[in-house]
């Protein structure tokens, strides 16, 4: 009896055996060929999201670099227009960057009257005419162009202490999602002379047809400025490829601030030598003033004599080429 049932026992785990491997070598082939056709699809479904991923970084590195080559170019074609465009400034531009509203012949009439009038004043003082001639032509081609350069100066600086206002305005109007024109606007309302007008004369050419970059190019002849140049060279670029116009000119405006800043700094630690300079340069006519007044038969023949003359005019050459020489080494370019 308990034979039997050991026998019974043995069959059935054999006839188990049997079954489970005839199901393992049917069934297992089909499991594993479709667990491996699942992985090679994930792996293939893998590789072309890495595919896909390196198209899309591949394509926005040719952007990139398609967009900094049209950069290049535009800034290559705006070099060369300027170069083409870069000539001998004339009288008559001067007197437009100096902000004088004359003419040509009428600065050429006042330059004459100053050089007539600087002669005379040199025959007064008892002279001979060949050097009251050479003080009249001196004074007539130096003195108006020197006012004139001073002027010029005088107004650039003027600009350039407004204009960095002027592009904070235009920087936030951006931001806040207003037209560069309407900024431009805003600018030439609220800004006081220079930066005004000069915004107000870009408005104006655009209400006759002139595009933007052009009007700033024009404002730069006016205003002849690194600031205003770097500014139309970003707006142009800005219009023709693309571009944070905002994050660019707040750059400018940081730079302009800067600037400031140091200019200031420079001017504290050279106000020392530059009051040096002006106490050595105010000597001599100092002195020569108190011997006039304590002595003067004895200091008259400077100028009453013909050598007393040529020694004070080698004496005033000398002197003006000393102060020369001391204003070059005072000044610092920044």
Not at 95 to 103: F, H
Not at 217 to 246: C, D, H, K, W, Y
Not at 265 to 279: D, G, L, P, R, T
Not at 302 to 307: N, V
Request: a positive charge; aromatic letters at 8%; proline letters at 3%.
């Amino acid at each position: 009896m308990f034979g039997d049932t050991l026998i019974i026992i043995a069959v059935a785990f054999m006839a188990a055996i049997s079954v489970g491997g005839i199901a393992y070598v049917l069934i297992y082939p089909l499991l594993s060929g479709e667990a491996q056709a699942n992985k090679r699809m994930a792996r293939v479904a893998g590789g072309q999201g890495g595919r896909a991923k390196r198209a899309a970084a591949n394509l926005e590195a040719q952007g990139r670099d398609q967009r900094r080559k049209q950069m290049q170019k535009t800034l290559i074609e705006m070099e060369q227009n300027h170069k083409k465009k870069k000539k001998r400034v004339t009288l008559a531009m001067s007197l437009t960057q100096a902000g004088l509203d004359i003419s040509v012949k009428v600065f050429w009439a006042l330059s004459i009257v100053c050089g007539l009038f600087t002669g005379l004043l040199i025959l007064i003082t008892g002279f001979q005419w060949q050097i009251a001639a050479a003080a009249a032509f001196a004074a007539c081609l130096g003195i108006p162009r020197w006012v004139l350069k001073f002027l010029k100066k005088r107004r650039q600086n003027k600009f350039l202490a407004e204009f960095a206002n002027a592009i904070d305005v235009i920087v936030r109007g951006i931001k806040a999602g207003l037209p560069v024109n309407d900024t431009l606007k805003v600018i030439a309302l609220e800004s006081p002379d220079p930066v005004g007008p000069e915004f107000q004369a870009v408005i104006d050419g655009q209400k006759l047809g002139v595009p933007l970059d052009q009007g700033l190019e024009r404002m730069f002849e006016r205003m002849p400025l690194a600031e205003v140049n770097f500014m139309s060279i970003v707006v142009g670029i800005q219009q023709r490829t693309g571009g944070n116009l905002g994050e660019a000119l707040g750059n400018l405006s940081k730079v302009l601030r800067d600037r400031k800043k140091m200019q200031g700094k420079i001017k504290s630690m050279s106000q020392e030598a530059k009051s040096s300079a002006a106490i050595i340069g105010a000597l001599p006519p100092s002195i020569m003033i108190l011997v006039f007044i304590t002595s003067p038969n004895y200091i008259s023949l400077l100028w009453t004599t013909e050598i007393g003359q040529m020694m004070l005019a080698g004496s005033a050459m000398w002197m003006f080429m000393g102060v020369m020489v001391m204003r070059k080494m005072i000044n610092f370019d920044f």
